[in-house]
């Protein structure tokens, strides 16, 4: 599976856009892109997945560029109920879920 | 979507008890895996446990330490056998219907005195 490096933690303001970027240098032709989000005392939710080129839901966007060598999970205008964990996971279909040390985002008022 | 039950949310046990940890979706699934969550920390893979084959572990977890049974497509239970300190966690129940994403139980944390 590709190894993915995140930023330990981050700050941010309400209001703000909050990017974390993960990097997987050695990403696979089959790997998929995929984010989590954990709040305290509770188990991650799935926030988005993508191949290449950006995604977009209702909660974020991912941006992955042409060489999918790194992803930017992009949160507009956050809020302090976005302080949480935000996980990034590169790995193909079907596969074993195998969690990094995510990075910690801190929303201050 | 998946809504998934896991008894006990909590508990303290004594060192040297067996604690099983159960886990109940409220439908089918093929790929459930169990997680352990140190506090302040990643979640790191116990095993995967799919219906119909027997469970598979990750380095560093033992079938012995940790016994799983996944009986049908909708139960799974873990057990945390002759507990330590070491073993105070959180452990956590996941299921997937294939793709990248998994489903999440709220956790069971576990205490050993």
């Known amino acids: 599976l590709a190894k993915t490096t995140q930023p330990i933690s981050m700050d941010s303001y309400e209001g703000q856009e909050v990017n974390i970027t993960c990097s997987h240098n050695n990403i696979a032709t089959n790997d998929y892109i995929t984010w989590y989000q954990q709040f305290p005392s509770q188990g991650p939710r799935f926030i988005i997945q993508?191949?290449?080129t950006k995604v977009t839901n209702e909660v974020a966007s991912l941006f992955i560029p042409a060489d999918r060598k790194s992803s930017t999970l992009s949160l507009p205008r956050v809020s302090l109920s976005d302080t949480a964990v935000y996980y990034c996971l590169v790995l193909p279909y079907n596969n074993d879920m195998r969690f990094g040390a995510g990075t910690r985002l801190t929303v201050k008022p | 979507s998946a809504v998934i039950s896991q008894k006990p949310s909590r508990d303290i046990c004594q060192r040297g008890t067996s604690l099983t940890i159960q886990c109940q979706v409220d439908?089918?699934?093929?790929?459930m895996f169990w997680y352990r969550q140190q506090p302040g920390q990643s979640l790191t893979l116990i095993a995967t446990a799919n219906q119909g084959s027997e469970a598979t572990y990750e380095s560093g977890f033992v079938i012995d330490k940790f016994p799983i049974s996944r009986p049908n497509l909708t139960f799974s239970t873990l057990t945390v056998s002759n507990m330590s300190p070491e073993d105070s966690s959180i452990y956590l129940c996941?299921?997937?219907?294939?793709?990248?994403?998994?489903?999440f139980g709220q956790g069971t944390r576990l205490t050993v005195v």
């Open positions: 439908s089918q699934v093929t790929m």
């Open positions: 996941s299921v997937s219907r294939g793709g990248t994403e998994a489903f």
């Open positions: 993508g191949y290449k």
